[in-house]
């Protein structure tokens, strides 16, 4: 599995098998991750404050993402300012948890190296 098909679905950025997240997903605790990788036994959360920096990582992806989604709306579809800001507010709601967890997990996946054996080591 490549890096970024790792990263795109949570998986552990060591043994990239094992979920760095606990699932199925809760509403009150989007953010639940278990201690260690059930595969690899890596820790998922090296550091205390280790996720500080996936906040400014989760700001940069959505605001990137809605701004040109809004642009392409007015630009393009020809769609007035107050219509896209509607839609882009609707698909702010949508992608939030996803951007949430997938901004943490690539913040995991820059840190720690992919290391194929750890499945076997166990
Ligand atoms: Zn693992």
């Known amino acids: 599995m490549n890096i970024f098909k790792s990263a795109w679905n ?39 404050g280790f996720y500080y920096g996936s906040m400014f990582l989760s700001y940069i992806l959505s605001g990137f993402f809605l701004l040109g989604t809004a642009l392409l709306l007015v630009f393009y579809f020809g769609w007035t300012a107050n219509q896209a800001m509607v839609f882009v507010l609707f698909l702010a709601a949508v992608i939030y948890l996803k951007i949430l967890r997938v901004s943490r997990s690539i913040w995991i996946h820059v840190v720690v190296k992919y290391d194929p054996e750890a499945t076997q080591v166990k």
């Not at 043994?15 to 699932?23: D, L, N, Q, S, V």
């Not at 605790?29 to 036994?41: A, K, Q, R, Y």
């Open 10 to 48: 949570n998986h552990c950025p060591r043994c990239r098998e094992g979920k760095i997240f606990t699932e199925p997903l809760v509403i009150s605790d989007p953010l639940n991750m278990p201690e260690n990788c059930s595969v690899c036994g890596q820790r998922t959360n090296p550091e205390p």
